[in-house]
């Protein structure tokens, strides 16, 4: 089926050891949605010149050395500066990155390692161009279609033991996520087909507050101002 929907919020969990990023929004609908993409996370690696075939080699002598997995290693082309060069790209587990980072910087070949210190939702928005406050159209599928969910044991009735920071259940006869934050049909990411920039304006408040102090939290409230769109108000009990 496809979504339209808009990004307002990302975060990661780690389901059955594979990383998704939890994108919630809402549906051109105002309903509340959260989307469940797979993510891979990668490096950089830049080799002498024409060593980049021997460079893979040897990282890949590392695959499966103290827990290291890596998914699998490209050689592609890649603007650097000025330059375009050949890189190899590394997709690798993020817990994983830094120690194999700090072992294979003892290969001669290796003149460069880029990207192992961007966020993953940064990347992630970059490669996806999900942005927020943009609306989207995506091909998705209900969790009970997808690889995500078993009725039998599902990882969302178990997110405790996959995700111990995030609590989240899944259930899965209404296909609702209970969130810390919120409730929200969910649907796993198939294709991200179009991205539109509508202009809207969102609703925001501001406001003031003076008391007889400088201190937070001493001295006495005289006056609170507020702003929103239209409406600009001061509040006091006071004569001025």
Partial sequence: MELRFIPLDYDTIEINERLYVRIFGRTDKGERC??????????YVISDRGKEELVRKKLLEFKGKSGIRINKIEIINKRLGEKDVKALRVFIRKQDM?????EIKR????????????NIITS?????????????KVKVKNLEESPL??????????????????????????????DARLECLCFQVIEISESEQILFTPKV??????????????????MIGISSGG??????????
Avoid: Q
């Avoid at 959260?34 to 490096?43: G, K, M, R, V």
């Avoid at 408040?205 to 937070?216: A, G, K, L, N």
């Fill in 34 to 43: 959260c989307l469940f993409d797979h993510y891979e996370t990668y490096f």
């Fill in 98 to 102: 830094g120690y194999f980072i700090s």
């Fill in 107 to 118: 290969i001669k070949e290796i003149r460069e390692i880029l990207g192992h210190d961007v």
């Fill in 124 to 136: 992630y928005i970059s490669d996806s161009r999900l942005a927020p406050l943009v609306w989207h």
């Fill in 149 to 178: 969910h078993n009725p039998l044991h599902s990882p969302f009735h178990r997110a405790s033991e996959l995700d111990r920071t995030r609590a989240s259940e899944l259930d899965s006869t209404s296909s609702r996520l209970n």
């Fill in 205 to 222: 408040m501001s406001f003031d507050i003076e008391s007889e102090e400088f201190e937070i939290g001493k001295g006495k409230i005289i």
């Fill in 231 to 240: 409406l600009r108000k001061v509040i006091t009990w006071r004569k001025m």
